[in-house]
T-cell receptor
Framework: KQEVTQIPAALSVPEGENLVLNCSFT??????LQWFRQDPGKGLTSLLL?????REQTSGRLNASLDKSSGRSTLYIAASQPGDSATYLC???????????FGTGTQLKVEL | GAVVSQHPSRVICKSGTSVKIECRSL??????MFWYRQFPKQSLMLMAT?????????EQGVEKDKFLINHASLTLSTLTVTSAHPEDSSFYIC?????????FGSGTRLTVV
């Protein structure tokens, strides 16, 4: 059974800092891994998708890396902004038809 | 990724009544859709997998007679909370996807009074 752990559980930083959010998962037999953000009272917004054959993906100020064999993924956020404040979730997937496993995420607050 | 529209975003209903939540896949033919429930400060929990043209698959502990799922077309799945009670108050989210990632709806906040 897949288990997902995200560290830290909560993070509060001043604007402009570079951040590292860590994710570990127990079952490395994944097809891909997605990073999402969830704003309070909202659904999940996909940020990055990394296929199992890839090592990293970048989108703007976001960079996600994947080490499938060790069951780890990292999300880097450069030059953080107050608008980045949200809960960040990493979601490994074993492929279509398989259930997704969610951790409790990292709750990020970026202050002015 | 797919574009998913979920409606309504917020609903308040009286105890004992039923509420229907719609999930539409706007640009992707979804043979499968997923329904989740999320309580405050908790993770998303899968309730059921909706299958187009056939019965939904419910997770252990989820009452299928209480949470009716209909997936009559490749673009629409509905979740009906029947005889709602205050303990059903929660955030319900649908999702579409598979091998190439998942897209989530914007969620429905259900409050039963």
């Amino acid at each position: 059974k897949q288990e997902v752990t995200q560290i830290p559980a909560a993070l509060s930083v001043p604007e402009g800092e570079n951040l590292v959010l860590n994710c570990s998962f127990t079952d490395s037999a994944i097809y891909n891994l997605q990073w999402f953000r969830q704003d309070p009272g909202k659904g999940l917004t996909s940020l990055l998708l990394i296929q199992s054959s890839q090592r990293e993906q970048t989108s703007g100020r976001l960079n996600a890396s994947l080490d499938k064999s060790s069951g780890r993924s990292t999300l880097y956020i450069a030059a953080s902004q107050p608008g980045d404040s949200a809960t960040y979730l990493c979601v490994p997937s074993a492929g279509g038809g398989n259930k997704l496993t969610f951790g409790t995420g990292t709750q990020l607050k970026v202050e002015l | 990724g797919a574009v998913v529209s979920q409606h309504p975003s917020r609903v308040i209903c009286k105890s004992g009544t039923s509420v229907k939540i719609e999930c539409r896949s706007l640009d992707f033919q979804a043979t499968t859709m997923f329904w989740y429930r999320q309580f405050p400060k908790q993770s998303l929990m899968l309730m059921a997998t909706s299958n187009e043209g056939s019965k939904a698959t419910y997770e252990q502990g989820v009452e299928k007679d209480k949470f009716l799922i209909n997936h009559a077309s490749l673009t629409l799945s509905t979740l009906t909370v029947t005889s709602a009670h205050p303990e059903d108050s929660s955030f319900y989210i649908c999702s579409v996807g598979g091998l190439y990632g998942y897209t989530f709806g914007s969620g429905t906040r259900l409050t039963v009074v």
